[in-house]
């Protein structure tokens, strides 16, 4: 029997688009995410917002997928911020000491929120 370890699901809300994540983040799952990510940066959406509210498992390799994920953006002068962190991913970013690598808000609405107005302040007056 198969089963799908991690669902993605892309929803745009501009500036941003939110990346909603459920099922486990693992070895197995990672490209699955770093292509995601890859395809919209390629898209030209940088500014990305990964919920992680229905993540029910992430290890390392999961952790690095964010690491990648998280780096592909900035190289694209965009940024990422995290959501709906808990659980064990919650436990590997403090126990790792990376949680403060990301920018995290507690809901999508709060990131995008966010972006709006980081993109406001970065537009100038003439």
Same mark, same amino acid.
């Given at each position: 029997?198969?089963?799908?370890?991690?669902?993605? $699901?892309?929803?745009?809300?501009?500036?941003?688009?939110?990346?909603?994540?459920? *099922?486990?983040?693992?070895?197995?799952? +990672?490209?699955?995410?770093?292509?995601?990510?890859?395809?919209?940066?390629?898209? *030209?959406?940088?500014?990305?917002?990964?919920?992680?509210?229905?993540?029910?498992?992430?290890? =390392?390799?999961?952790?690095?997928?964010?690491?990648?994920?998280?780096?592909?953006?900035?190289?694209?002068? +965009?940024?990422?911020?995290? $959501?709906?962190?808990?659980?064990?991913?919650?436990?590997?970013?403090? %126990?790792?000491?990376?949680?403060?690598?990301?920018?995290?808000? +507690? $809901?999508?609405?709060?990131?995008?929120? %966010?972006?709006?107005?980081?993109? =406001?302040?970065?537009? =100038?007056?003439?």
């Amino acid at each position: 029997m198969t089963t799908q370890q991690l669902e993605i $699901t892309v929803s745009d809300h501009q500036p941003a688009v939110v990346v909603a994540l459920r *099922g486990e983040l693992d070895i197995a799952s +990672g490209d699955t995410l770093r292509r995601a990510i890859r395809n919209l940066v390629r898209q *030209g959406r940088v500014k990305i917002v990964v919920d992680a509210s229905g993540l029910r498992f992430c290890d =390392s390799c999961g952790l690095e997928a964010l690491l990648d994920a998280r780096d592909d953006i900035e190289k694209a002068a +965009g940024s990422m911020r995290l $959501t709906g962190v808990h659980g064990i991913l919650k436990i590997v970013l403090e %126990a790792t000491r990376l949680r403060d690598t990301f920018v995290i808000d +507690g $809901t999508p609405v709060e990131a995008v929120a %966010a972006m709006v107005v980081t993109a =406001s302040q970065h537009v =100038s007056m003439v």
